[in-house]
């Protein structure tokens, strides 16, 4: 097609709901890199349930929004599409990429809509498509605020044509890697130092750290939380760190051709023994990146839950205590508190937990105080907690401290 047409057509048909719904419940099942048994660009034309299409020599866009956002979302993927290709060194494609953009579900936490694409909720892409949840109505974020889901997703269809698609473990890191680049003077910059949250989970000796070798393109281990998000990025960053080229997209290419070296997983896991645990969640407890933050307490709770000696001590503790205060770190940081080192901790938190200013903190300290034995009544902790400001952001896993269940709110 010559000409951008946006065009201005009727609401979503019944059957344009039901296509999106389709290609969602699709990528659930299987990750979000997949055949996505999308109709043709014709099909989409016929059906003509969409609100605005654009059909241009680069991509082919059906969006049940309105025209401007549709632009909008359009010259993301132009933008981060052109990002992309430039890091793989791979000339613009010789086809249009087909963008499906669908309502995002209404969400229950509106930050998940920024984080990455890890289960195909937010996004599933193939070797021509891409489908985004995109989130609409009043107050809806904008196209801008998807930017690393857009990224994530490109990556998955230009690491195909760059002959880097392999093993999902691989097809993920690399997008989530890719993803979190930062973008100095209009290219991409692998981030000089990254977390590495993986390399923690690796001391876990019943970790079975073997799956994210698997060859299968199916869900690897069936676990879909930021533990084994950590992984697949920690594992395509520790081949990237062996086999460092001149460019990113050399680099890129030989780690790809060292991904099935059986020899992997040892040397994976002696690089992560030699890593200082808790000085690395320290350090990311106080990193910039809200997620990053969050990643650290939700890993610390994991690691104290699971008897990890160093994640089980007063310097720990001291660390959760100061966590409280990031509403992204609060939830982890109370489980970790409350469910790990509720009879451990010292008297002094939990008093200064009790006298916090943050309503939030006080119950808490009222829960880990009565979970101590102390004398506190459930009726006091649910009067704390009715008094606390409604927060989204943070939540509250009270357990055995409130019988016979958490209180109406
Ligand atoms: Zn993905």
Redesign the pocket.
Known sequence: MDARRPRRLRAPTRHARALAATVLVCACVT???RQLALPEVDGLLRDAGWRAVILDDDLSLFSPLDVATAEEYAGLVREERALVQDLLELPPADAPLLVLLREADPPSDPLAALQ???D?VR???DAHAVSLAVPTGPGALPPTALRDVVR??L??VESRRAGLHGPSWW??GL??EIAAMDTVDGRLVLQAEPLELGWIALHLDDYPDTRVFARSAAREAGRDDLFLYSFHRSAVRHLLGEHEAATFAATARAAFEARDDPDLPRRWRARAATRDVPAMIARAADSESAETRAAAAALLADLAAAGLPSALTPEADALAFRMLDDERSFTSAAAYLLFTRSRALDASLVDAAVAHDDPWVRVLGLALRRARGGDVSPAEIEAAWAAAPEDWTRELMLGDALPPGPPER
């Open positions: 990750g979000c890199v990455p694409s890890r195909g996004g599933v892409a994530h997703e990556v998955h097809n993920e997008a989530d």
